[in-house]
Nanobody
Framework: VQLQASGGGLVQAGGSLRLSCAVSGRTFSSYGMGWFRQAPGKEREFVAA????????YYGDSVKGRFTISRDNAKNTVYLQMNSLKPEDTAVYYC??????????????????WGQGTLVTVSS
């Protein structure tokens, strides 16, 4: 299984970006998916998660109300729509997949596969 994240870039505070994560393999629709981020000098933190069907989502407190996770099982892709971006959202964003994703999961150790990360920089 390979995950390819894209969509990062430089944006001004208050702006928006949409990240995408394309997943190889024929069992994408059974995976729970998550987005995590890691800022320089900080630990990796949970951002958002979605279950296999897209009916369940969960967000970290710092992004709740601003970010939206979604998925398109026909395209083997999960998205992270990021609105009202703040400088503190600057980080490398990683997508991750876990097998048997019946519920959204915020735990890093729960995920089996990770993408390479995409850098998001928010200027003030």
């Amino acid at each position: 299984v390979q995950l390819q994240a894209s969509g990062g870039g430089l944006v001004q505070a208050g702006g928006s970006l949409r990240l995408s994560c394309a997943v190889s393999g024929r069992t994408f629709s059974s995976y729970g998916m998550g987005w995590f981020r890691q800022a320089p000098g900080k630990e990796r933190e949970f951002v958002a998660a979605i279950n296999w069907s897209g009916t369940g989502t969960y967000y970290g407190d710092s992004v709740k109300g601003r970010f939206t996770i979604s998925r398109d099982n026909a395209k083997n892709t999960v998205y992270l729509q990021m609105n009202s971006l703040k400088p503190e959202d600057t980080a490398v964003y990683y997508c991750a997949a876990k097998q048997w994703g019946t519920r959204p999961d915020m735990r890093i150790i729960a995920y089996d596969y990770w993408g390479q990360g995409t850098l998001v920089t928010v200027s003030s």
